[in-house]
Structures are given as structure tokens and as C-alpha cells.
């Protein structure tokens, strides 16, 4: 976990500039708007172009490139980089994914009740990712779908995880296991957290409180101490 400056700034209730809008903490927010617009200007899990595109936007501008590959055994993948995201968007054509997705509306709140749903479709997708690479990609999947379906999916990366676990420990509750929510078996876990997270927030806020802006809040406050990574807002204190 990285180390806290002395006397760190309150971290829950969140601060309202934290939350950030609904595309993001400023001034990233303008390319995580154009993101949601590429998507919902090309919808579709079927079109093998389409689902290039897209992968390849968020995936390289999330840091979760899909070319990323992990070799099995001592065999070295020749593959070039552009082999192996049509390999992944040829299985995802292939899979599931688009009638599952065509299941949820764009904007639907994801609920513990619907929560079965995000979670099967999250590992349809993981799956097919892994054909062509032999990785976990749960941080790749949740970002593609969160673009499909923001209220819906929400994102893991190593960044949020650690700044849950920092929220958990000024609330004195558990955040055991952190580490182990990028995992894809390990995603279900992470959106029921999420949610309760969620509903915490909205709770001392009073107001309604998007996936996204729990993600701007737990990004916001991992660089509170100055020694965030790129992208991440740097705050007072």
C-alpha cells in the first residue's frame, strides 16, 4: 500500500470536487466524454471493426492494452500487437457478449438484485479476452463495459482498489484481500463493495451518486498525498 502523508486530509465524507462529473474528475473528463460517444456511436460486440476500435481507445487509454500477453510456458508469442486484438475481438464477436449486453439498458442501475448479471457477463468477456492473450484482463473487461453501460459496471484497477482499502481504513472496517479483487473470480466481490460504497456516499452527500463518480472519488483521493499516477488530480493538502 503506499504510504500516507502525516496528517492526511480527511478522506470520507468525500469532498464534492472529488465526485468530479459524470465523465470524470476535470479536465480528464473531456476525453472520458469522448470515449462514451465513440462507444455509443459504435455499439456493437458482433462488427469485428467495431469492437477493434473500441478496444483499442479504451484499452490504451485506460493502461490495459489487450496486446499485453502473457506466454504459456517457454513458447514466446510472435504474434504482432494488431494480431492479437483482432484474435480478442474475433472471440468476442464470437461469445455471448452482445446478447447479454442487449439485456441491460445503457443507462440501468446496477443493483445487488441485477448484480449476477454484471458479474456473468464480466467473465463471458474475460473469457474471450483470454483466447487471445492468456491473461486475467478483469481491469480491461470492467472498462470496456463500464463504456457500454456506465451505471452498470464498475471499473477495478489497481488504483481504486488501493483507494478503497484506504477509505475501509479510516472507517476502521476490514479491506482485507484488496489486492485480490483484481482477479476475475474476484469481481463480484469488488462491485458488492462498490455498491455498499456507493450507498455510504449517497448517504452523506444526499444525492444520487454514479459509478463513475465513486471512481472519481477513490482516483481523487489516491493522489492525495502527491504521488498519484498519471491522470489522477492532484489535491491540497
Not at 476535470?26 to 477493434?52: K, T
Not at 496486446?67 to 510456458?73: D, S
Not at 468477456?125 to 491473461?135: D, E, P
Not at 460504497?197 to 451518486?209: A, G, K
Request: glycine share 6%.
Amino acid at each position: 500500500m503506499k504510504k500516507k502523508k502525516l496528517n492526511p486530509l480527511a478522506l470520507f465524507p468525500p469532498k464534492l470536487d472529488w465526485l468530479g462529473n459524470e465523465h470524470g474528475c476535470p479536465p480528464f473528463d473531456v476525453l472520458n466524454s469522448m470515449l462514451y460517444e465513440a462507444v455509443a456511436a459504435q455499439p456493437s460486440n458482433v462488427e469485428r471493426s467495431q469492437i477493434i476500435g473500441k478496444l483499442m481507445l479504451i484499452g490504451r487509454t485506460y493502461s490495459a492494452s489487450v496486446e499485453r500477453r502473457k506466454t504459456k510456458g517457454h513458447v514466446k508469442d510472435e504474434r504482432q500487437a494488431l494480431e492479437v486484438i483482432i484474435a480478442a475481438a474475433e472471440a468476442i464477436a464470437a461469445s455471448k457478449c452482445s446478447v447479454m449486453l442487449d439485456a441491460i439498458e445503457v443507462d440501468e442501475r446496477l443493483t445487488l438484485e441485477r448484480l449476477p448479471e454484471a458479474v456473468a457477463i464480466h467473465l463471458e468477456l474475460c473469457g474471450a479476452l483470454a483466447t487471445a492473450n492468456n491473461r486475467e484482463n478483469s481491469s480491461l473487461a470492467s472498462k470496456y463495459l463500464h463504456f457500454h453501460r456506465p451505471a452498470f459496471f464498475p471499473i477495478v484497477d489497481s488504483y481504486v482498489r488501493e483507494g478503497w482499502s484506504w477509505v475501509m481504513d479510516e472507517l476502521n472496517e476490514s479491506y482485507k484481500g484488496w489486492r485480490g479483487f483484481g482477479k476475475v473470480d474476484r469481481y463480484q466481490g469488488w462491485c458488492i463493495r462498490v455498491l455498499a460504497l456507493r450507498d455510504s456516499m449517497e448517504e452523506s452527500t444526499r444525492t444520487s451518486v454514479s459509478l463513475r463518480e465513486v471512481d472519481n472519488y477513490l482516483l481523487s483521493i489516491m493522489s492525495q498525498d502527491g504521488q498519484g499516477g498519471w491522470g489522477l488530480p492532484r489535491l491540497p493538502g
